[in-house]
Structures are given as structure tokens and as C-alpha cells.
């Protein structure tokens, strides 16, 4: 199907290219007639005749190229695209340092940033209505992002520019990715989970299961739905105590009270109190229920949404705000668990583009699909 459509359009540019030469050949012939009835020697006026051919062959090529843009590509979102690869378009440019970095490593570290490089592409939505059919329908066409990998820096170009707000919080996340000296935090590590009057829930923290989320939650007005950011860490909690809490099959309710206390403050690690935002239940590897050692009462793996105090996790800016008030130690938790070949970079820069021009940036630039 690609293949048939890409012959007509063949097909249609060579007719369009042999009408504009027609054209042209037509008002050549008409000049020569028009100077010759009028008495003008023919070899006075070679270049006049030269100029007023090329301005006619101008007129052609913009004839046919605006026929063209009407017949193949009908499509308004494909054109815009189309468009925005010839004249350029705003994008953001972020550069990774890989030097050093073997083949594997860095092929994992462009797999690795791919979900963000697709997310981070432009879609254009036109929507057609038929006054005759009395129907509607939606054209979609995407302009993706790009990538050049080479062997000392990565270069990527999004398909359109990122808020600034976001890009802040991206260069945040890329510069705590490479920074693989900071020390790890231990495992596990103990916690206190202190709910007003209830007993306390002890929990011992799994820092390699941490993750930055943001998710859709429906908003105060209970119809709009709106971002919420938090840190997520799983951790082991006894089941004897969660019996005190009301049975293991129902995990306590988090409120406005409820707080995470670190015991202990590990090295360079800042904050030791944490707002507890839910708490819910995660299945193991071999069902919920584990037994650490033979004298050790049965533990249950449960899930951990925290923030900082004093931290509002709602709303669009969240991950900002989360990123500021958070301790790095807990963002490079999660990013040398879930981005192992980023750790490894040796620098990276952010920076807005202006204007990006495809044909005009070189060789070697790959365009991220929307899709795998």
C-alpha cells in the first residue's frame, strides 16, 4: 500500500513537471511571436527574454507546488508537518555526554530515553467537516522527535519545544542521573509510620523500589481531574501490627496526620520526616505474605506515597515542586534503579532551539516513532 501510494505520488509530481514545462514552452513560443511582431531584433533582447522566462517558470513551479500540497497531500495535519520539516520548527535540545561509554551502554541509554523522546513529540489535530455528507472526521499527523548517537555525546531534538517548568524539571532529573558517586541508601531501612492516636506501623523501607509518580486524580470539585506527585517506596510491614490496625486484608487509611519518622539518618540523606499520603497493599513475587527467618512474624509488602512536609503534592507544577523539596537521595534511588545507563553519564545539557531545521542539521538523525 506505502509502496502504490509512493508511485502515484511519483506519478503525479512528473505530470505536474511536464505541465510547468509545456507552460513554460508555450510562453516562450508567445514572447518570440509578441517581439517579433513588434519589430524588435531578437538578439537585442536575449536577456530580457531570459528574465521574462525564468519569472514564468517561477509562476509555474509555485502553481504547481500549491497543486500539489492540494492533491497530495490533502491531509491539512500531514502538511503541517511537512511544512514544519522544510521551514523548521521550536524544539528543546538536550545533549548527553557518553564519552567513555561502551556500544551496549549506550544503545540502553537511547532505549532508555525513548518514552521520554516520543511523549516529547508534536501532534497536530485538524478536524474536516462536510457540508454535503453532513459528517466530520479528524486528521492526525505527528512530527517526532530525533536523535543522533555518537561515540562521545547523544544529541536529542524533540518534536516541540518543553514548557519551561517541565524543562526545569527535566534538567533536575538528568542532572541527578548523573551523579552515580552519591552513596546509596541502605537496605533496609527502618521507619515509623505514626497515624494520631493508632499504633505505630513499623516498616522497613526498600530504597532500590523507589519511583517518582505522577498521576491523574479527580480534583477537589470531584468532576476535573488534576496531577498529583509523590514518592513511592515499598517497604515490609508486620502483619501482627496491621492486625491492631483493623486485619491484614484492609490496609490502614492515610490522613492528613499521618506521618513516615526515619530511626535513623543515614549518610547524606537530609530529611527524616515525610507526609504520608496512602498507603496500599502490593503483591510479592510469591504472593503478598513473606517470612524473612524462621522466628520472625509473617510481613506484607506495601506501598509508600510520601512528600515532604510543607509540600502541596497537586497540581500541574507537582514535579517541580516535588523535585526542589525532595531529597536528591531518594531521586537518584530511583533513577539509578530505573535509568541504570543515564547513571552513567558523564554530563548533560538542556537548551531551548529556536528554530530546528532537519535538512539543515546533518546526517545521522533518527526519528523516534510514536509507537514501537
Same mark, same amino acid.
Given at each position: 500500500?506505502?509502496?502504490?501510494?509512493?508511485?502515484?505520488?511519483?506519478?503525479?509530481?512528473?505530470?505536474?513537471?511536464?505541465?510547468?514545462?509545456?507552460?513554460?514552452?508555450?510562453?516562450?513560443?508567445?514572447?518570440?511571436?509578441?517581439?517579433?511582431?513588434?519589430?524588435?531584433?531578437?538578439?537585442?533582447?536575449?536577456?530580457?527574454?531570459?528574465?521574462?522566462?525564468?519569472?514564468?517558470?517561477?509562476?509555474?513551479?509555485?502553481?504547481?507546488?500549491?497543486?500539489?500540497?492540494?492533491?497530495?497531500?490533502?491531509?491539512?495535519?500531514?502538511? !503541517?508537518?511537512?511544512?514544519?520539516?522544510?521551514?523548521?520548527?521550536?524544539?528543546?535540545?538536550?545533549?548527553?555526554?557518553?564519552?567513555?561509554?561502551?556500544?551496549?551502554?549506550?544503545?540502553?541509554?537511547?532505549?532508555?530515553?525513548?518514552?521520554?523522546?516520543?511523549?516529547?513529540?508534536?501532534?497536530?489535530?485538524?478536524?474536516?467537516?462536510?457540508?454535503?455528507?453532513?459528517?466530520?472526521?479528524?486528521?492526525?499527523?505527528?512530527?517526532?522527535?530525533?536523535?543522533?548517537?555518537?561515540?562521545?555525546?547523544?544529541?536529542?531534538?524533540?518534536? !516541540?519545544?518543553?514548557?519551561?517548568?517541565?524543562?526545569?524539571?527535566?534538567?533536575?532529573?538528568?542532572?541527578?542521573?548523573?551523579?552515580?558517586?552519591?552513596?546509596?541508601?541502605?537496605?533496609?531501612?527502618?521507619?515509623?509510620?505514626?497515624?494520631?492516636?493508632?499504633?505505630?506501623?513499623?516498616?522497613?523501607?526498600?530504597?532500590?523500589?523507589?519511583?517518582?509518580?505522577?498521576?491523574?486524580?479527580?480534583?477537589?470539585?470531584?468532576?476535573?481531574?488534576?496531577?498529583?506527585?509523590?514518592?513511592?517506596?515499598?517497604?515490609?510491614?508486620?502483619?501482627?501490627?496491621?492486625?491492631?490496625?483493623?486485619?491484614?486484608?484492609?490496609?490502614?487509611?492515610?490522613?492528613?496526620?499521618?506521618?513516615?519518622?526515619?530511626?535513623?539518618?543515614?549518610?547524606?540523606?537530609?530529611?527524616?520526616?515525610?507526609?504520608?499520603?496512602?498507603?496500599?497493599?502490593?503483591?510479592?513475587?510469591?504472593?503478598?505474605?513473606?517470612?524473612?527467618?524462621?522466628?520472625?512474624?509473617?510481613?506484607?509488602?506495601?506501598?509508600?506515597?510520601?512528600?515532604?512536609?510543607?509540600?502541596?503534592?497537586?497540581?500541574?507544577?507537582?514535579?517541580?515542586?516535588?523535585?526542589?523539596?525532595?531529597?536528591?537521595?531518594?531521586?537518584?534511588?530511583?533513577?539509578?534503579?530505573?535509568?541504570?545507563?543515564?547513571?552513567?553519564?558523564?554530563?548533560?545539557?538542556?537548551?531551548?532551539?529556536?528554530?530546528?531545521?532537519?535538512?539543515?542539521?546533518?546526517?545521522?538523525?533518527?526519528?523516534?516513532?510514536?509507537?514501537?
Amino acid at each position: 500500500m506505502a509502496f502504490l501510494q509512493f508511485l502515484l505520488e511519483a506519478l503525479l509530481i512528473v505530470a505536474m513537471l511536464v505541465a510547468v514545462g509545456g507552460l513554460c514552452y508555450l510562453a516562450w513560443r508567445l514572447l518570440d511571436g509578441v517581439l517579433k511582431a513588434c519589430g524588435v531584433p531578437a538578439r537585442r533582447v536575449w536577456g530580457d527574454r531570459a528574465m521574462v522566462g525564468l519569472t514564468v517558470v517561477g509562476i509555474g513551479l509555485a502553481v504547481a507546488g500549491f497543486v500539489w500540497l492540494a492533491q497530495v497531500r490533502p491531509n491539512q495535519a500531514q502538511t !503541517r508537518v511537512w511544512l514544519s520539516k522544510v521551514f523548521g520548527y521550536p524544539a528543546t535540545r538536550i545533549t548527553v555526554n557518553v564519552e567513555g561509554l561502551g556500544a551496549a551502554t549506550r544503545r540502553a541509554l537511547v532505549d532508555e530515553l525513548t518514552p521520554m523522546m516520543r511523549a516529547q513529540r508534536a501532534r497536530f489535530r485538524y478536524r474536516i467537516v462536510s457540508s454535503r455528507m453532513h459528517t466530520s472526521t479528524t486528521v492526525r499527523a505527528d512530527l517526532p522527535s530525533r536523535y543522533r548517537l555518537g561515540r562521545t555525546r547523544l544529541e536529542i531534538v524533540t518534536g !516541540r519545544p518543553i514548557d519551561p517548568e517541565k524543562q526545569r524539571a527535566l534538567g533536575q532529573v538528568l542532572h541527578a542521573a548523573g551523579q552515580p558517586s552519591a552513596p546509596a541508601l541502605p537496605e533496609p531501612l527502618w521507619a515509623d509510620v505514626r497515624q494520631g492516636q493508632a499504633p505505630v506501623l513499623e516498616a522497613a523501607l526498600l530504597p532500590h523500589t523507589a519511583t517518582l509518580r505522577v498521576d491523574d486524580v479527580v480534583g477537589p470539585a470531584g468532576y476535573e481531574r488534576q496531577q498529583r506527585c509523590a514518592l513511592q517506596v515499598q517497604g515490609l510491614v508486620s502483619v501482627d501490627v496491621l492486625d491492631a490496625h483493623g486485619g491484614p486484608l484492609r490496609p490502614p487509611p492515610a490522613d492528613a496526620d499521618t506521618r513516615l519518622i526515619l530511626r535513623t539518618r543515614p549518610h547524606g540523606l537530609r530529611q527524616t520526616r515525610l507526609r504520608v499520603l496512602d498507603m496500599t497493599y502490593v503483591p510479592g513475587e510469591h504472593g503478598r505474605l513473606i517470612k524473612t527467618a524462621p522466628h520472625d512474624s509473617w510481613r506484607i509488602y506495601m506501598a509508600f506515597s510520601l512528600v515532604p512536609e510543607g509540600t502541596s503534592p497537586d497540581g500541574d507544577d507537582c514535579d517541580t515542586r516535588l523535585l526542589d523539596a525532595l531529597d536528591p537521595a531518594w531521586v537518584q534511588a530511583d533513577l539509578h534503579h530505573q535509568l541504570p545507563a543515564l547513571s552513567q553519564a558523564k554530563g548533560v545539557r538542556v537548551a531551548p532551539v529556536a528554530r530546528f531545521l532537519p535538512w539543515q542539521a546533518g546526517d545521522g538523525w533518527v526519528e523516534v516513532p510514536a509507537r514501537p
